[in-house]
């Protein structure tokens, strides 16, 4: 499908700029001041909307360096890097989720009207620069990441999409059988919509993964969204499960990721972190497959 086949539009919500992507399949919107946050994601068959939005309705509004994660917006999707858990690196305060879910991204005009959402952010405490490209391809959303270095010195980073994802009666989690096993028996994965971990909440991680997707699927509604991502890119897999035990919500994420921890300095510690070389850059594909 060519990507001037897609539907491309900007509409103003809340005194922001949202950008929509869509077809006869998906619709995506993203906000690119909001740290090129995805807040919304539809299946246009099924009319179901993906992405979780508070109780009290989705509401955008700005944060500022080292805010709580809690105090943002909460909804959908946003990119965590170079860390999720705050921490201190190489003398770094980096702050919570990381340095790119609250700043803005400036946007790629020619390839927006090329059918396609390119947009990049520098780091504003880590010496790198990290862009994003979403295409749309059918029921696919294809996103190209790059991460570049601008030091003379190797830089270490943990990435990992964060989709907060909202569940109904009916979703079941699929997994490869060789991930499922990385679990160790955590029961709640094999029913996500109606388990409570312990604690009602509950982050677990898969490392190193050997395939490189995970699913859920709904046979009531006719309904599935895939993460599809190469393991050699990325290879370990978070699963959040959220049942009110953190600030009375109720979600599920899927994150590829890079890293078996969320605090760069355990990860790093652990060997399981990424590496950009002196004065380079590494890249690296997810897709998100809507629909059965």
């Known amino acids: 499908m060519s990507l001037l086949a897609n539907q491309c539009a900007t509409r103003q919500f809340q005194g922001f700029t949202v950008y929509v992507l869509a077809n006869e399949t998906v619709e995506l919107s ?14 246009r068959r099924t009319h179901r909307e993906w992405l979780w939005h508070p109780k009290a309705g989705l509401r955008l509004f700005k944060n500022r360096l080292h805010d709580d ?33 609250h700043r803005p991204w400036q946007v790629d005009a020619d390839a927006w009207q090329n ?13 790198l620069v990290f862009q994003r490209t979403i295409e749309l391809h059918g029921n696919e ?8 270095n601008l030091s003379t010195t190797e830089e270490h980073y943990v990435w990992a999409l964060h989709p907060l994802l909202r569940l109904v009666a009916g979703d079941d989690l699929e997994l490869p059988s060789s991930t499922r096993a990385l679990f160790n028996g955590e029961n709640w994965i094999d029913t996500p919509a ?14 190193p993964v050997r395939e ?12 599935r969204l895939e993460f599809a991502w190469d393991p050699v890119e990325n290879n370990a897999l978070g699963l959040w499960l959220n049942r009110g035990g953190w600030h009375g919500h109720h979600h ?37 497959r809507v629909g059965m």
């Open 141 to 148: 959303i294809r996103c190209r990441y790059q991460l570049s």
């Open 69 to 101: 994660f809690s105090s943002s917006p909460l909804v959908g999707t946003d990119e965590c890097l170079p860390t999720i858990l705050p921490c201190v690196w190489q003398g770094r305060d980096l702050p919570d989720h990381g340095e790119v879910w």
């Open 212 to 223: 490189g997707w995970a699913a859920i699927k709904n046979e009531t509604q006719g309904d």
């Open 30 to 43: 993203v906000v690119p001041e909001l740290g090129a946050k995805i807040i919304s994601l539809k299946n």
């Open 252 to 288: 599920f994420a899927i994150e590829p990721t890079n890293a078996n921890h969320d605090s760069l300095v355990v990860a790093a510690g652990r060997n399981r972190s990424g590496a950009v070389p002196a004065n380079g850059s590494v890249a690296w594909q997810l897709r998100l």
């Open 194 to 207: 109606s388990a409570a971990p312990p604690k009602n909440c509950a982050k677990v991680f898969a490392c």
């Open 115 to 127: 059918g396609g959402l390119a947009t990049t952010i520098p780091l504003g405490i880590s010496p």
